[in-house]
């Protein structure tokens, strides 16, 4: 039988931060994320909850205003279909407007939250599969001062952390003075991402992970462009990884094909959904790419989906996740969803995604869409 989407309501949520974030060596500053969430209702009763929260407006090609602006050229379109027919959903959103990927997330997740309900199963059981492990969330650790990085490492350590994710990108002399202390005081166990978030010019990259020696850490996004990290590849022998540098499908062949690099960062939002982020994991499953699974921010509801994508990979193949929740203000579903547990994460046990934000946490909403708006 077919089921029927017959309303989406939308919110905005202001999700200051606990203290200001700085990325890419100091040159990117965050203090506060514009999150829109939505709710898809079905003639059968079964809602679903989506989030699409962009890390501000600076960080990548996303923002918070573009999402409920792009939801509102799509949404009427989606009144009257089956949420449970996820690649036919994405089909009509990418007609009604190719590429806005990040628009697009956060209704991909409602849907898959009303189909995995409607299966009776957790997310991530319908996604494929829930690796028995719970998984490694990583610290993200802001751009500072030698000395200052490694008592932020410490400080995460100490709340049972064992991967991290450092950000650098500043000047290169400094940049090699961090991560020698980093490397220096690497405990046996641990995982150490060097993050430059795009900061590096290819030569400055190349010098910078020439002069790590014997650290078998990951060095992220050294550079802007595919082009220029492909010529990092070619002269270091480091691991690298690709984040804010894939998109889409062709990015991610393209990553393979030119052994660019050995892993990539999967952050729904930014790729489009769960929808398009199963099929980069298949790929990389398929070729043997690590994965780190993440979102672009965003409340437990954003870090719930990637606890279910996420556990749904083995986990030689997804050494970690990111969660946000515990760097914003804000929390819309109390005591629910994938919460922190000493460093990691576990999918909860119910149907969908399991988390049903409380409306009086969320006011009123800024869009409704029904069958009238259809
Ligand atoms: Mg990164």
């Not at 079964?46 to 792009?70: D, M, N, Q």
């Not at 990539?264 to 499953?285: E, H, P, S």
């Not at 515990?326 to 994460?345: E, H, I, L, T, Y």
């Amino acid at each position: 039988m077919r089921m029927k989407i017959n309303r989406i309501s939308v919110w905005q949520l202001d999700l200051p931060l606990h203290k200001p974030y700085w990325l890419s060596g100091g040159r990117l500053k965050f203090e506060q994320l514009d999150s829109t969430i939505l709710r898809i209702d079905t003639d059968e009763g079964v809602s679903g909850w989506g989030e699409g929260c962009p890390w501000g407006v600076t960080y990548l090609p996303a923002f918070g205003k573009g999402i409920r602006a792009g939801i509102d050229e799509i949404a009427a379109l989606l009144i009257g279909k089956d949420p449970r027919q996820l690649d036919a959903i994405n089909r009509i959103m990418d007609l009604a407007l190719p590429g806005h990927p990040y628009v697009k997330s956060a209704i991909d997740m409602a849907c898959w939250d009303i189909a995995a309900k409607s299966a009776n199963l957790p997310l991530c059981e319908l996604l494929g599969a829930r690796e028995p492990a719970p998984v490694p969330i990583a610290s993200s650790v802001s751009t500072g001062s030698p000395q200052e990085m490694l008592d932020e490492v410490q400080r995460f350590r100490d709340q049972g952390y064992r991967v991290h994710s450092c950000k650098v990108g500043a000047d290169v002399t400094m940049d090699i003075e961090r991560i020698n202390l980093l490397a220096a005081n690497e405990r046996a166990g641990e995982i150490m991402f060097y993050d430059a978030n795009r900061a590096w010019l290819p030569r400055e990259a190349i010098t910078v992970l020439n002069s790590i020696a014997g650290v078998s850490s990951w060095f992220e996004q050294p550079c802007e462009t595919l082009d220029e990290i492909a010529q990092v590849r070619r002269q270091t022998s480091c691991p690298i990884g690709v984040d804010e540098g894939l998109h889409t499908m062709e990015d991610l062949i393209r990553i393979q094909r030119d052994g660019i690099a050995e892993l990539v960062n999967i952050k729904i939002n930014r790729v489009g959904g769960l929808t398009r982020a199963r099929r980069m994991r298949d790929f990389c499953l398929a070729t043997g790419i690590t994965m780190l699974i993440m979102d672009t921010g965003g409340t437990v509801l954003a870090d719930t989906a990637v606890a279910h994508f996420a556990q749904t990979i083995p986990a030689p193949s997804c050494p970690g996740v990111w969660s946000c929740q515990d760097m914003v203000s804000v929390d819309p579903a109390p005591g629910q969803g994938a919460r922190n547990v000493d460093g990691c994460f576990s999918a909860p046990d119910l149907a969908g995604l399991g988390v049903e934000p409380e409306l009086t946490l969320l006011g009123e909403p800024v869009a409704i869409y029904t069958m009238e708006s259809a």
